[in-house]
């Protein structure tokens, strides 16, 4: 389907930048009404403003030697898409960090616009 | 928005059961190629069956006395919803659990399905 090959590559190229300290492809790519979790906050981040003063913050700040997408998977209907993955990342020590993923993205007159991101830990088990 | 009081109430009624022990009303509401994410695991369950088998084992021993939606909110197309908020759970001690829960909905002709859930823990800040 054209639609999810198109998601995945905004979310690559978006991610490309992210891991050289530049999140503000992710920033062009989110929507007005986006709302955002990762694992250092306590509550969702409602909105671009928001995430914007955020993001600022880490701006330079998150650099990623490699990274791995496992497994991406879209789900769309014609207008709204839910991206998921699971998200490998090496920087600067021998251990990945493991992330679960899910980025929901709405079609809109300027194309597909994240409006929900949930970044997590995945837990890491034994083998 | 008439389907976002639909979907924040079939969310609060699977999960009165969930509090309860019983995992059957998510199963229920999950669609057959439902996504799943939570910090136990070490990555994506995918397909409801992945989903009965994971919840199957989980069934009598998940038990909240009390417990807290916090901020829901539903952003929606016709078709597609993704439903956001944070929850605060409490089940024998005096510590809450903090979560950070996205919800992706899919109507079709049987209703409102959940095709993705994302569940993580969110940080507990210093006052």
């Given at each position: 389907?054209?639609?999810?090959?198109?998601?995945?590559?905004?979310?690559?190229?978006?991610?490309?930048?992210?891991?050289?300290g530049d999140p503000d492809r992710f920033l062009e790519l989110s929507a007005p009404?986006?709302?955002?979790?990762?694992?250092?906050?306590?509550?969702?981040?409602?909105?671009?403003?928001?995430?914007?003063?955020?993001?600022?913050?880490?701006?330079?700040k998150?650099?990623?030697d490699r990274y791995e997408f496992i497994a991406p998977q879209v789900t769309a209907t014609d207008d709204m898409a839910v991206l998921t993955y699971n998200f490998h990342s090496w920087g600067g020590s021998e251990d990945a960090l493991r992330w679960h993923c899910t980025e929901v993205f709405?079609?809109?007159?300027?194309?597909?616009?994240?409006?929900?991101?949930?970044?997590?830990f995945a837990a890491k088990l034994e083998a």
């Open positions: 389907m054209h639609d999810e090959h198109e998601i995945i590559k905004l979310e690559r190229e978006a991610m490309a930048r992210w891991c050289k009404d986006v709302v955002y979790f990762d694992p250092t906050l306590e509550k969702r981040l409602d909105g671009h403003s928001a995430l914007t003063t955020y993001y600022g913050r880490l701006r330079g998150i650099f990623a709405r079609k809109g007159p300027g194309g597909w616009k994240i409006i929900s991101t949930h970044w997590s």
